[in-house]
T-cell receptor
């Protein structure tokens, strides 16, 4: 089974509107972390937001928020007030592991977001 | 701000040639990862180091790929011989071994090395 599933290969959003990028995950660990990364066309992976499995409140970082629904095993990224510079690939990732020998990270296939002026 | 350094940024080579990529993680990061990312896809783990030891290389094509982190700091990924299907972005990342306190255990990525095999 896939550890991380992103079902939206491509998304379009009007500038200044909000958009939700879907992510579901699969793990039997009690302690894990969920991340979203942005990858512009230049190729670098930019960390956006983090949610720990024990965090009760949804994470927020500026215009980014993570809608964490633990029972559904979903970790959707919400981008508010979209900007042209938000056009990029977005990857959901999960961290597992106790940390003794390093953590394991799993990535989804990504969602390509295009912001329309 | 500390960064993960990678070189070269771009590499064009002919098939059957040897290629090498270098990565210097953030100081103090014990865990180092090499990922391969084919255009339009997510990163796939090639090899994971904990200090100088390989933790996971199950997806590394060992007939042509090798990786080392001799002193537990910087790392080299080699391909010999390169094949057309090796054209991809090779990403290096590092992280703390443990997540604790304010440390989220996130991956810090380098800018990547884009390989084109002709």
């Amino acid at each position: 089974a896939q550890k991380i599933t992103q079902t939206q290969p491509g998304m379009f959003v009007q500038e200044k509107e909000a958009v939700t990028l879907d992510c579901t995950y699969d793990t039997s660990d009690q302690s894990y972390g969920l991340f979203w990364y942005k990858q512009p066309s230049s190729g670098e992976m930019i960390f956006l937001i983090y949610q720990g499995s024990y965090d009760e409140q949804n994470a927020t970082e500026g215009r980014y928020s993570l809608n964490f629904q633990k029972a559904r095993k979903s970790a959707n990224l919400v981008i508010s007030a979209s900007q042209l510079g938000d056009s990029a690939m977005y990857f959901c990732a999960m961290r597992e592991g106790s940390g003794i020998s390093g953590n394991q990270f799993y990535f989804g296939t990504g969602t390509s977001l295009t912001v329309i002026p | 701000e500390a960064e993960v350094a990678q070189s070269p940024r771009y590499k064009i080579t002919e098939k059957s040639q040897a290629v090498a990529f270098w990565c210097d993680p953030i100081s103090g990061h014990a865990t180092l990862y090499w990922y391969r990312q084919i255009l339009g896809q997510g990163p796939e783990l090639l090899v994971q180091f904990q200090d100088e030891s390989v933790v996971d290389d199950s997806q590394l094509p060992k007939d042509r790929f090798s990786a080392e982190r001799l002193k537990g700091v910087d790392s080299t990924l080699k391909i010999q011989p390169a094949e057309l299907g090796d054209s991809a972005m090779y990403l290096c990342a590092s992280s703390y071994s443990r997540s604790s306190g304010s440390n989220t255990g996130e991956l810090f990525f380098g800018e990547g090395s884009r390989l084109t095999v002709l």
